[in-house]
């Protein structure tokens, strides 16, 4: 089946960093959706891309979907502590599911 | 506008008892979606509902699990027998018809097997 993988798994920065992440695939999707999942919390979403090449930002958050549909990065610029989280990924082809990437890890040291 | 809900957020339970989790989704979405995040490990898909029907259910791991969404509404997904590695946290998301659309997801329930 589909697999998504993002990279780094888990990052450390120093407040005020930028941040980058990415999510790869072995095949194509229409949509690519980020998400910031909190301890105890369901994910919830940051920001959608539909469209190859599509650049979208909300706020400090910045996303682009690859022009090859077969990834996507997640910027996020000087950082905060409460970006601290999971983001996971996740990419759908025909609005039947989705599949989630295993989410990367992010850590912001004051 | 509420938001998806899920029913309980924890539950814990003995090996070989049975459990049923609750979603309710979004008013007006007809796509629900139950997922599974197991471990630590990525948000795995179960099910997918579009109203009242399974579009598809190729995530659902075995048969102690059961989905239903009767009348298109809230959803349940019963896990009879549990055993120790169905622990972990099940996600309900809901989205609107169409491909351009997000899913929206529950705050989760943690359920433990011992």
């Known amino acids: 089946g589909q697999q998504l993988n993002q990279s780094p798994q888990s990052m450390f920065i120093q407040e005020g960093e930028d941040v980058s992440m990415n999510c790869t695939s072995s095949s194509i999707f229409n949509t690519w959706l980020w998400y910031k999942q909190d301890p105890g919390e369901g994910p919830v979403l940051l920001i959608a891309l539909y469209k190859a090449g599509e650049l979208t930002s909300n706020g400090r958050l910045t996303a682009q979907f690859g022009i090859t549909r077969k990834d996507s990065f997640l910027n996020i610029s000087a950082s905060i502590p409460s970006d601290v989280g999971i983001y996971f990924c996740?990419?759908?082809?025909?609005?039947?599911?989705?599949?989630f990437g295993p989410g990367t890890r992010l850590s912001v040291l004051p | 506008e509420a938001g998806v809900t899920q029913f309980p957020s924890h539950s814990v339970i003995e090996k070989g008892q049975t459990v049923t989790l609750r979603c309710d989704p979004i008013?007006?979405?007809?796509?629900l979606y139950w997922y599974r995040r197991v471990m630590g490990k990525e948000i795995k898909f179960l099910l997918h509902f579009v109203k009242e029907s399974k579009q598809d259910e190729s995530g659902m791991p075995n048969n102690r699990f059961l989905a239903e969404r009767t009348g298109g509404t809230y959803s349940t997904l019963k896990v009879q027998p549990a055993e120790l590695e169905d622990s972990g946290v099940y996600f309900c998301?809901?989205?609107?018809?169409?491909?351009?659309?997000?899913?929206?997801f529950g705050q989760g329930t943690r359920l433990t097997v011992v």
């Open positions: 996740a990419g759908d082809l025909y609005g039947q599911n989705f599949v």
């Open positions: 998301a809901s989205s609107l018809t169409g491909r351009n659309t997000e899913a929206f």
């Open positions: 008013s007006g979405h007809d796509n």
